[in-house]
């Protein structure tokens, strides 16, 4: 027997639910659907307008929407037996809608019962089709509206109206009471206990000493004078704006600046003269009063190389001595050089730009001495011819200061006295020459040594640097003809410093030894330099009472 077809029953709907847990009706799957969208498109439009007209809220709960929620939610299996098998199967967003299917004598049948038919998944495609368009039509208003209004009925309120929110009703589906455990009040946590204040530490007192009494009443206590109220200070809001310097007048003339003096305004006449053709500063270039001085000094300083401390070849630092003292000397002696004595004193520098015109005179003043001697040499020691002979003689009368001793003989031929010490007659020429002839005696008379005789008359004598003076020049010109032939030497001190430093030596040596033969000499060679009377060719001359310098 042919099977008999199947009659189609018409498939129900079981209404969604929703969050505000409202009573279900049996829908169409087509109604269904369009409730849905219908339902979607309203809750959109209340979201715009409370948008547009209540404040915004902003808060981190995301509310899911109807076609979230059956999406999301898993196929759920009844297992009872006797009932309905509900099967939930997410559809597409475009009609999610619930599924239900049951059997007509309400068994359990396997899915793969539900879909082994093609007939029957072509007759739902076209109910659902079906239902489709009449959705379109009731949305468009072409329809009866029927379900339309039946959607609206089933809606909730907040989804429905765009009327403010009223309070939600109590669910149909309400929980017992007995499934809710009332929540135990919590109680409130104990405030913390307030911090102890904090006290100082007592400050133990310190046991000073008593107070020793006073023999008077104590001062009365010092009060501390109140203290001021402090106002405060007042800062000003508005600074004055600075005026302009007044512009200052145009001098009448320019004044010509004036150097600042760098020490005390001398008068012009002690200004130094430069020379007009350059180099060194000459002599007579200068103005009267500096050339006056200038004069004088060279006569005080050539006096000074055979004063009695005197020291005829002197070194630099000991010449430069000698010369100023010798410039402010000859400043002191006349009225109209003092400007100048007072410009050697106060301004450095002053008399070492003068220094070198004194200092260029003391070597002449040797020089002197030395041309004497040269001219009395020869007669003196009897000097032979140029040549061997004169080379022997000078050289047997240089060895051992032999020239300084008289020799014996009637012609100087015989032996050397070598007691009587510096009484050979050049010696006195020499002395003669370079001190009455040059005027030292009578400039320095007063300044000479001297001792007192048996009546109490002073003897003058002469000065040790004077007589080494003149017996170093003596050598000095034998020194020439040591070979024979003369040769001219400067008479400086780095030639012949060592001979007058001998003769001083040996003058001091005869002092300390033989003092009383040392003063005889001495007074002897001033009386004959004094009250000169030339001997020719005499080699001693004997004073009374004069006894010969013996040593041992």
Known sequence: MPPKPRAKKAKTVAAASTPSMLPTTALTRGQKAAATRAANKLAKAAAAAAA??????????VVPTVNELESESEPEEVPSKGTKRVLVH???KRDSSTRVSTTSTGEERDDDEDISSSASLKDSDEEIVEADDADDK???GLGDGRLARTVEQELPVWVSSTAAPTPMPTPVFA????MLA????????PAPAPAAPMVPAPVTPVALAPAVPMAHAPAAPMMAAPAEPMTPMAVPTHIPPVPAPAPMPAPA??????????GPVFPTETDIVPSPVGGRIRLNDQQPPVKTTVQNAM???TDKLIAADGNA????????TYIREAMILAALRSVHTFPVELRLRQEIGYAERLRPIVSARMPLARHAVRAASDQLVDSAYHLPPPGPARQTTVTTALHDWNYVFPRGGVNENGPWQRNLFYRRQIGVDVLHASIIDEGYLLRNVNALPFTLDEAGQPRRELTKAAVALAYTAIYASLYSWRTGVFVKHEFSSNMFREVYVGHINTLEHIEANRPVAYHDLMSDLYNRVANFAAVENVAAVAAPGIAPIMFE
């Open 90 to 92: 997410a559809r597409s």
């Open 313 to 320: 070849f002197p070194d630099s630092s000991t010449s430069n």
């Open 175 to 178: 929980p017992a009471p007995a």
């Open 52 to 61: 547009s007209t209540a404040p915004t809220v902003v808060t981190n709960a």
């Open 138 to 140: 009731a949305e468009l």
């Open 253 to 262: 003339h320019v004044p010509v600046p004036v150097a600042a003096a760098a």
């Open 299 to 301: 006569t005080i300083a």
């Open 182 to 189: 009332p929540a135990t009040p919590m109680a409130p946590a």
